[in-house]
């Protein structure tokens, strides 16, 4: 796959030139394409190829990028110049892979590149850790931080003056309002909406459509309207 006006190539039979414009990403999956677009909307970096974790995908291709292989073949690529990458491996119920491929890939002496899309608002004051992606529509207001590795998909609202730790998920459609938490490695499910200054723990998961008015506890998952421990509910 080549951007618009870029020169083909076959990243397996060459060396690069330009290397500081190639990007590898990582994963192959759905989250993978959305990136995909958002980059080729921007239209700042080439992708070179998908770096999947087996090696079985190898030689498939995701919207014309095409699987190069599994992640043995990082130190090949870093070796010969690309340095950036993207997390293509999304955060679903659990962002324990999303992490840990955060970190295993850093630890090799990639850089993970923030990728913006063109149609999400980010205000001028907001932080954005390195290696986050924040999608369509989304939007980011004043004072907002989010930490390295974070999603913020399509449609989200991260409002004002909120702390999105590492590794965190907000899903399509969530919004946090003013002076919100979330700590690392959290979930917040699509369509789920926290209240203003509240808190929400380190590796908490918010179902999709919850509405949170009171602060979650690290490792606690709630659902419904207002948001309860999900045990609440099986015990129903």
């Keep these: 796959m080549t951007l618009k006006g870029s020169t083909p190539r076959r990243p397996d039979e060459q060396s690069f030139s330009d290397a500081g414009k190639l990007i590898l990403g990582l994963g192959a999956g759905g989250h993978a394409r959305v990136i995909i677009d958002a980059i ?80 999400a608002v980010v205000a001028s004051t907001a932080i954005i850790g390195a290696g986050s992606v924040v999608l369509a529509r989304s939007v980011i207001n004043a004072g907002a931080v989010l930490g390295r590795n974070t999603i913020i998909n399509t449609g989200a609202i991260v409002e004002h003056d909120c702390v999105v730790g590492e590794h965190s998920h907000v899903a399509p459609g969530a919004v946090l309002l003013g002076n919100v938490t979330v700590g690392k490695r959290c979930l917040i499910g699509a369509n789920a909406v926290v209240r203003q200054g509240l808190t929400v723990g380190d590796l908490a998961t ?29 015990i129903l």
């Design 206 to 234: 918010v179902g999709a459509g919850a509405v949170v008015a009171s602060d979650v506890s690290s490792g606690m998952s709630v659902i419904g309207v207002p948001a309860k421990p999900l045990y609440a509910y099986s």
């Design 40 to 119: 080729r909307m921007a239209g700042n970096y080439e992708i070179v190829g998908l770096i999947d974790q087996s090696e079985s995908t190898r030689g498939q291709s995701v919207d014309g990028v095409e699987v190069l292989g599994g992640e043995a073949r990082l130190e090949e690529f870093l070796s010969r110049g690309v340095h950036y990458v993207f997390n293509g491996v999304g955060g679903v119920a659990n962002n324990a892979w999303h992490a840990a491929i955060h970190e295993r890939v850093s630890a090799l002496g990639f850089e993970f590149l923030t990728i913006i899309h063109p149609a």
